[in-house]
């Protein structure tokens, strides 16, 4: 088990940002097994905390995002994973960010 997650159970969010731009494409949460399998394969995997399973991101809609960089806060307890997106779009609305609303 990476030293990120102490046991399975630990759930952690994950920030997704273009690498090119710097823009921040969405938010996820991300458990140990995604996390290995995002390193093994080079492409993000999420935990879905509702239907309690791994999901790769893009494998339904095509838009997938490329791992190019796995970074760590400070304290350990948010990933922040820099991405090439392969695609157009990140948000299951339709738009290439989740952070479109400004409030």
Known sequence: MDKIFKNETI?????????????VLMLGYSN???FIKTK??????FFSRSR??????GKTSGNLLKVEK???DCD??????????IGEA??????KS???ETL
Do not use: A, Y
Not at 12 to 22: L, S, Y
Not at 40 to 45: I, K, M, S
Not at 76 to 85: A, F, P
């Open 40 to 45: 093994e394969t080079g492409f993000v995997w």
């Open 90 to 95: 990140v948000c299951h609305n339709g738009d």
């Open 70 to 72: 796995l970074m760590v």
């Open 52 to 57: 309690k399973k791994l999901w790769k991101k």
């Open 32 to 34: 140990n097994m995604s």
């Open 11 to 23: 759930i952690i969010p994950t920030i997704i940002q273009e690498e090119k731009t710097g823009e």
């Open 98 to 100: 989740c952070f479109r």
């Open 76 to 85: 350990r307890d948010t990933l922040l994973i820099k991405v090439s997106l």
